[in-house]
């Protein structure tokens, strides 16, 4: 089953539009805050990544947040793996 990763800061208005559209959309998500764990910061920098919010899914990356991007994102995905209380 896929996993979606969003990796949010402090202080970030667009993580928290970013954690209320996941959650609109009954997307499971496991938030990995940046500034409280090293590794996910460093996983982040190696990818050239220095933006967030950053959506993972599957190692495929979103950076930052736009509806359309996380629509577009999400399409063509098994949207069951992500669906709240959907059965594996």
């Known amino acids: 089953m896929a996993r979606a990763?969003?990796?949010?800061?402090p202080r970030?208005?667009?993580?928290?539009e970013a954690k209320r559209w996941l959650r609109e959309h009954h997307i499971e998500f496991v938030e990995v805050d940046i500034s409280q764990d090293a590794e996910a910061a460093k996983?982040?920098?190696?990818?050239?990544?220095?933006g967030i919010p950053?959506?993972?899914v599957d190692g495929d990356f979103v950076v930052g947040y736009s509806p359309a991007r996380?629509?577009?994102?999400?399409?063509?995905?098994?949207?069951?793996?992500?669906?709240?209380g959907s059965v594996g």
């Open 70 to 84: 996380y629509t577009t994102f999400f399409i063509g995905r098994s949207v069951v793996d992500f669906i709240k």
């Open 5 to 9: 990763v969003l990796y949010t800061g």
């Open 54 to 56: 950053a959506l993972e």
């Open 12 to 16: 970030c208005p667009k993580c928290a």
């Open 43 to 50: 996983r982040l920098s190696e990818r050239w990544i220095t």
